[in-house]
Structure formats: C-alpha cells, structure tokens
C-alpha cells in the first residue's frame, strides 16, 4: 500500500479514523477495500445486496472528496464540515438514495441523472446533478439499505 503524506488538515486524518471506526460495522454486509494514492484516501464499499447502492470515495488532504455512487461520479464536492462525510456514508448504508433519471418526454432519451442522499439525523439533502430545462419526466431508482430489519 502506498503512503500518502499526512495530512496538514487534521480534520481530513480525524475523518479517516472515523469512518476507519465505523467500517468493521458494515463487515456483514458488505465488503470494503481501502487504500491510500499520492493525494488521497480511498475507500471503496460493495454491499452484498444487489439492491443497495455501492459507494467509492476518495478524500483529499484539502478535505475534498471524488465520489462514486450505483455508478455515477461527482468529483470535487466539499462539505461545510468533514463530519458530514461519515453521515453521508451511513445514510448511503442504511438506503437513503435515490438516483433521478431525467428523460426527454417527447424523445425518450436521456437528459441527466442526479443523485439525492437524505442525511439522516441532521436533515440536510445531498444531491448532485441538476434537472434540466422542461420537456422531462423523471425515472427514480430507489436503493435498499445494506442490512434487511427482520
């Protein structure tokens, strides 16, 4: 594994270890894979239900992140608080997606994608994408939390 320098964010490094911590939470149900670049932490996680939402991020030291969600990318995003990182991962985790596909109502084809994560407790939307310009309809893709409730 290569090593990435430490950070001059101690945020950025506290959040490593946060999310460090709260991974073995989701060993049963998924598998995560974690690695360090030249300027980033990286985390990947693939739950084992075929029906929740899989998940890659890579932090920088600046405190920005890459972000991949059921296949869509948003690079460069940043939080208010680093904090809000781990509260997106668990929210992700506990089914709280929805991927919005909006699609040309005369032509069908397909116009863009946004995706909304509700963060839990704290009552904020995370989304990214955007609707585009009259004309669409939407398609929403809703994801299944990670662990089923009996």
């Known amino acids: 594994m290569n090593t990435m320098p430490e950070s001059r964010y101690p945020a950025v490094e506290a959040t490593i270890e946060q999310i ?8 049963d149900v998924a598998r995560t894979v974690e690695a360090r670049d030249e300027g980033s932490w ?3 996680i ?25 296949g ?13 990182l781990v509260v997106l991962l668990e929210s992700i985790v506990d089914g709280q997606v ?10 069908g084809v397909p116009q863009g994608v946004e995706t909304l994560v509700q963060l839990g407790a704290i009552g ?27």
Not at 72 to 84: A, G, H, I, K, M
Request: charged share 25%.
């Open 20 to 27: 460090r911590y709260w991974v073995p939470t989701i060993a």
């Open 124 to 150: 904020l939307l995370w989304r990214n994408g955007a609707e585009p310009d009259g004309g669409v309809q939407r398609h929403d893709r809703h994801f299944l939390p990670y662990r089923r409730q009996p």
């Open 98 to 107: 929805i991927q919005r596909r909006w699609i040309s109502a005369v032509t």
């Open 42 to 44: 990286l985390l990947s």
């Open 46 to 70: 693939e739950p084992h239900l075929a029906t929740a939402c899989p998940v890659a991020i890579a932090l920088r030291q600046d405190g920005r992140f890459d972000i991949s969600l059921a």
């Open 72 to 84: 869509e990318t948003y690079e460069d995003r940043v939080f208010q608080s680093l904090d809000q």
